[in-house]
């Protein structure tokens, strides 16, 4: 049984994660949550991926990297589910902590190994460390507390480390989309049409993409040109495929390239629910 859906990938949904900010803090940003390997297994990231908009921003040119080790945790590295209340509440006090004497940007948390670290870049570094290491031993002395405060005035813990690489953010994206067709009792296994569309600005670019795609079995649904946008110059395209994690990733990763290679911008794709 089929049924159709329409599915934009819409990138970089703010994540439910975001709610363990405190509401007490000023929160603007597209929180975003990603698992990634690591040597001694998988780390999870947590971050305001808007930053990237304004990073570095020079008015905050220190980073705090401060959180605690826990020892109820998974064979990963990970924290068992019943902890993360506890971390998130450290967290949410640490971030208190820091607001309380300077200004402050909470970059993002890193959890790996049984150790989740929060991220801060602050104006002044001046009484943090007293400050946040009396929180730890008057609230969480069970806790092993780790606090380090360095400058970074080109922000390279967050743009470096913290920020998902290109393949990580099509697999954030795409896993969007995936979990909407599984909600919705598609099982991924079947290969069925997928629609995708990019845009160009200018027709040759446009052209110049269609080559570059010849060979690649993509049929071609249409061309328009839309308005208020720098680029204007639409293409659909289409073609049968799996759309299970790996097989899309791939497509629309190389989708993503030559549409760069030509000035142009990959945005998204749809397909049916099949069941």
């Not at 599915?7 to 990634?36: C, H, M, P, R």
């Not at 209340?85 to 993002?108: F, R, Y």
């Not at 002395?141 to 405060?149: F, H, L, P, Q, T």
């Given at each position: 049984?089929?049924?159709?859906?329409?599915?934009?990938?819409?990138?970089?949904?703010?994540?439910?994660?975001?709610?363990?900010?405190?509401?007490?803090?000023?929160?603007?940003?597209?929180?975003?949550?990603?698992?990634?390997?690591?040597?001694?297994?998988?780390?999870?990231?947590?971050?305001?991926?808007?930053?990237?908009?304004?990073?570095?921003?020079?008015?905050?040119?220190?980073i705090v990297i401060t959180g605690v080790t826990f020892t109820n945790c998974r064979e990963d590295g990970l924290p068992e589910e019943n902890e993360f209340?506890?971390?998130?509440?450290?967290?949410?006090?640490?971030?208190?902590?820091?607001?309380?004497?300077?200004?402050?940007?909470?970059?993002?948390t890193f959890t790996y190994q049984c150790e989740r670290l929060d991220y801060v870049y602050?104006?002044?570094?001046?009484?943090?460390?007293?400050?946040?290491?009396?929180?730890?031993?008057?609230?969480?002395?069970?806790?092993?507390?780790?606090?380090?405060?360095?400058?970074?005035?080109?922000?390279?813990?967050?743009?470096?480390?913290?920020?998902?690489?290109?393949?990580?953010?099509?697999?954030?994206?795409?896993?969007?989309?995936?979990?909407?067709?599984?909600?919705?009792?598609?099982?991924?296994?079947k290969a069925r049409l997928v629609d995708h569309w990019i845009y160009f600005a200018s027709s040759q670019d446009r052209e110049n993409f269609e080559k570059n795609i010849f060979n690649d079995g993509f049929k071609i649904e249409g061309r328009e040109k839309v308005d208020d946008t720098d680029k204007p110059f639409q293409l659909h395209i289409s073609r049968v495929d799996k759309v299970d994690p790996e097989s899309i990733n791939k497509i629309t990763l190389d989708l993503r390239h030559k549409a760069r290679q030509v000035n142009g911008n990959y945005d998204g794709w749809e397909t049916f629910i099949v069941k």
């Open positions: 049984m089929k049924e159709f859906i329409s599915i934009a990938l819409i990138i970089f949904l703010s994540s439910s994660d975001s709610k363990s900010q405190n509401v007490q803090i000023k929160d603007t940003g597209k929180w975003e949550v990603y698992i990634a390997g690591y040597e001694k297994g998988p780390g999870s990231t947590v971050l305001n991926m808007g930053l990237v908009n304004k990073a570095p921003d020079k008015k905050l040119p220190f209340i506890n971390l998130h509440e450290i967290s949410d006090d640490v971030q208190k902590s820091i607001a309380e004497l300077t200004n402050m940007e909470m970059a993002g602050v104006s002044d570094t001046s009484k943090i460390r007293k400050s946040i290491a009396e929180l730890y031993k008057s609230k969480y002395s069970k806790y092993k507390s780790y606090i380090s405060i360095k400058r970074d005035e080109n922000w390279d813990a967050y743009l470096k480390f913290l920020y998902p690489n290109e393949e990580t953010q099509e697999d954030m994206s795409n896993q969007k989309v995936l979990t909407q067709l599984q909600k919705n009792g598609d099982k991924l296994t």
